[in-house]
């Protein structure tokens, strides 16, 4: 990776831009640098320093944990560090969106996204790609924590299931005894949603791969195939669950975080090749990812980031179906509810914006464990993975040295079913585990 050392990646920042970064820390309840979209001038405007390039072209999915990109964009924090023609667009589906990677902006796809922290590694390592051709990746950011669901179509109402579902395998096997398949939504073959959908079914005793069918629908069409009886269960991200609660098509069995607390969940990734090509730029819109990320965090600011969301340009549901969850209320439509609950999606705080290699390990090896990668594949975090950019990016927003992590890893994780996830030995996770391809 000479091509994008930290020597040439490092960005002076101008005093006048730091001056307006009063940044309070990755922990803690929503601190951040005000953000204006008129106070601060281009970062470096001027100087050698200035990004290569004061365009890029960024893709995003209608759900909420894209708001870093959109606020990025609306607040004008693109602009504010030199990259004054940044675009935002929205993507039909995350198949789309791995088109538009593969193409590249200069033959009218992407540079970079939102995405499906797994759909990364599969493209660098050619497994989702025409002709498998590699299309390395960089991750330089984590854009969220927690904050997505698995909702259950209101046939199985009385069921109720949760987490621990009891009756699920039950209900399961008696289907299949009838001729009938219970009929599972993700959003891409082994993608964040795809993966949590798996781990609740295999922790209920019941096969993914023989139990039951598992069928791909993008995120904002998963609420009217409900409606349409085409599935029975769906795992996506907010505000789809809530919009399925709204209107009374559902319910939902769990809020991701119940399966695994502060789980790791979407990334922004850009091309290898324009970050190696444009090193100060991709800083830039480094920078300005995270300082949304920020301001997404406030308290104070989610009315108007969800107000900024709901029209037909970025996500196309009310206001109303994100806000609440994203303050932490949660009513699951059968009853159940959880108030101002740490399980909201967080985008800054407790550390959710650094990506931990330790997390995209545990990615690599649940795929791993369903047929996509083998182990060999794990040495592809160290490559994917650009932490060291990330915490470069901190420094210049003068964040707290005591706040940026020094470890790569966040250690063992514990998920609801008790199995814990070590990740110095992956093959151990993989050896305990009943149910698994691999």
Not at 75 to 87: D, Q, T
Not at 144 to 164: R, V
Not at 230 to 242: K, S, T
Not at 253 to 278: C, I, M, Q, Y
């Amino acid at each position: 990776m000479a091509n994008f050392s930290r020597r040439k990646f490092l960005l002076t920042v101008g005093a006048t831009a730091a001056g307006t970064m009063l940044v309070h820390g990755c922990s803690g309840g929503g601190s951040s640098p005000s953000t204006s979209s008129s106070s601060a001038p281009a970062v470096n405007s001027g100087t050698g320093d200035s990004p290569e390039v004061d365009k890029v072209t960024l893709g995003f999915i209608a759900l909420t944990d894209s708001a870093p990109l959109i606020i990025a964009k609306e607040k004008k924090l693109f602009e504010k560090y030199g990259l004054k023609n940044a675009e935002v667009k929205k993507q039909t589906s995350w198949a789309s969106t791995r088109d538009n990677l593969e193409l590249g902006s200069d033959k009218g796809g992407l540079d970079g996204a939102h995405i499906l922290t797994p759909m990364s590694y599969m493209l660098s390592a050619g497994k989702i790609t025409k002709g498998n051709v590699k299309i390395p990746m960089y991750i330089l950011a984590r854009l969220n924590t927690d904050g997505q669901g698995i909702s259950i179509s209101n046939d199985y109402a009385d069921l109720k299931f949760e987490a621990k579902a009891d009756k699920l395998k039950a209900k399961i096997d008696e289907m299949k005894a009838a001729g009938k398949k219970f009929q599972c939504a993700v959003t891409f073959p082994g993608g964040t949603h795809d993966l949590w959908m798996r781990y609740w079914l295999a922790a209920n005793g019941v096969n993914p791969d023989e139990d039951v069918d598992i069928k791909v629908i993008p995120p904002p069409q998963m609420v009217a195939n409900m409606e349409t009886k085409a599935m029975d269960a769906f795992c996506v991200g907010e505000p789809w669950n809530q919009r399925l609660v709204t209107k009374k098509l559902g319910y939902n069995a769990v809020t991701t975080g119940e399966l695994w607390k502060g789980h790791p969940e979407k990334s922004f990734t850009l091309r290898k090749d324009w970050a190696d090509k444009n090193p100060k730029a991709a800083k830039a819109v480094l920078m300005a990812i995270m300082e949304a990320q920020m301001w997404c965090d406030k308290d104070e600011n989610k009315v108007e980031m969800c107000k900024l969301m709901e029209g037909d340009t970025y996500v196309k549901a009310p206001s109303a179906d994100i806000l609440g969850r994203m303050q932490g209320d949660f009513d699951f439509g059968n009853g159940r509810k959880l108030d101002k609950s740490p399980l909201l999606m967080k985008f800054w705080r407790d550390n959710a914006s650094f990506p931990y290699k330790s997390h995209d390990k545990w990615f690599v090896t649940e795929n791993t464990r369903w047929g996509t990668f083998t182990e060999a594949d794990l040495a592809m975090v160290d490559t994917v993975n650009r932490s060291d950019l990330w915490r470069e990016a901190a420094k210049a927003l003068k964040v707290p040295d005591a706040q940026i992590p020094k470890e790569d890893s966040r250690g063992k994780e514990t998920f609801f079913d008790g199995v814990t996830f070590d990740p110095a030995d992956p093959k151990a996770y993989l050896g305990s585990l009943k149910i698994k391809k691999a």
